[in-house]
């Protein structure tokens, strides 16, 4: 039988933080804020706060056994006393801990102590498309093909592995320290079953809801690729399609398909939203016949970007 882990003394902790600081810069851990997997026999040292969510909290987390620093989605327990609650956060770790791919937030592990539940991920130090365009306003198309190529790639893979995201917005595409664009939160995601499985309800309201999910007319893959064109149209206007001052007049708009493209945004991006947001789902682009679209085929697509353009845009259009 295994012996019992129990937590390992402050003063190991402080020895352990001491080796580390050589290494890394810990200056923002907090010594006293120990968090302990006994399944693992991981000790982790809490850092600064990432974000927060519906549920969660997230923080920075190190590792002391291997110094490196994590993303932790610390989940209250007296948040998720219901079982569906609980159900939903289970789901998401089944879903996303199946998942392995550049451009998705990559799952570590999961644990629970007395107080809450942890779910340890990848860490996006440099947040997500919400906050940049937040400091940018709006983005150039070749910024815009960079991070949408990324993001194609990453809900090919996760359709590959008969998952559909719904919710692919911009608070859930987050970058790391290098800017590559990894796909976060499977808290609304679902698998398919079997081929040409209908789901009819989502658990939750998706932030670009596609017209099938809205009108619960069933729904698949397609109501991801609706969302991109969502995504698309956000980053070059600096505003949803079909954005309005209430919730009722935004379905109204996205029934009817009611939304306008600016004059000054090139023909190759407007063909592109265009055809992501065709009102039937079975007319939409696969993700692969987006790739071959004009806008990423004709344009630029810088291979990185630096980090000043989470807060200035770069030289080139
Ligand atoms: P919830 O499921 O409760 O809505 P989210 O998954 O949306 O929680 O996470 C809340 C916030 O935490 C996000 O908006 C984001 O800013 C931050 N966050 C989530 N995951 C990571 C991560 N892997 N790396 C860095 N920050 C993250």
């Known amino acids: 039988r295994e012996a019992p882990r129990t937590m390992p003394a402050d003063a190991h902790i402080r020895r352990k933080l001491e080796d580390v600081n050589n290494k ?42 291997t110094n490196k620093v994590y993303a932790g989605k610390i989940i209250s327990k007296t948040r998720i006393s219901k079982p ?46 919400v906050h940049m365009l937040k400091q940018r306003k709006s983005l150039t198309e070749s910024e815009v093909r960079y991070y949408l190529k990324q993001l194609v790639e990453g809900v090919k893979y996760i359709h590959s592995r008969n998952i559909i995201h719904r919710d ?8 790391n320290e290098k800017m590559e664009l990894k796909i976060a939160d499977f808290g609304l995601a679902t698998r398919i079953g079997y081929e040409g499985e209908k789901k009819m309800t989502v658990c939750g309201t998706p932030n670009y809801i596609a017209p099938e999910v809205l009108q619960k007319r069933g729904h698949s893959y ?20 079909f954005e309005t001052s209430t919730l009722k007049e935004t379905y ?3 029934t009817n398909n009611n939304y306008t493209l600016p004059q000054t945004m090139s ?14 789902p079975d007319l939409r682009p ?32």
Request: with cysteine; net charge neutral; aromatic share 10%.
């Open 168 to 175: 692919l917005k911009l608070g859930n595409m987050l970058l």
């Open 84 to 129: 569906h609650q609980r159900q939903k956060i289970m789901r998401e770790v089944e879903l996303q801990s199946d998942l392995k791919h550049k451009n998705v937030v990559e799952f570590h592990s999961y644990f629970e102590d007395n107080d809450n539940v942890y779910i340890v991920l990848e860490n996006c130090s440099r947040k997500s498309l």
């Open 222 to 241: 397609e109501a991801d690729v609706w969302a991109l064109g969502c995504v698309t149209y956000a980053l070059l206007v600096g505003r949803p399609p």
């Open 286 to 317: 696969t993700l692969d016949q987006l790739l071959q679209e004009d806008f990423f085929t004709a344009g630029f697509i810088p291979k990185s970007l630096s980090p000043s353009c989470c807060s200035t845009a770069p030289k080139f259009p």
């Open 267 to 280: 023909a190759s991006a407007q063909k592109f939203i265009q055809k992501c947001l065709n009102n039937e």
């Open 24 to 65: 890394i810069n810990i200056n923002h851990f907090d010594p006293n804020y120990i968090i302990y997997d006994s399944t693992t026999d991981t000790t982790y040292l809490r850092g600064r706060v990432l974000g927060k969510g519906g549920f969660a909290r997230c923080y920075e987390l190190l590792d002391l056994n």
């Open 252 to 254: 109204v708009r996205i």
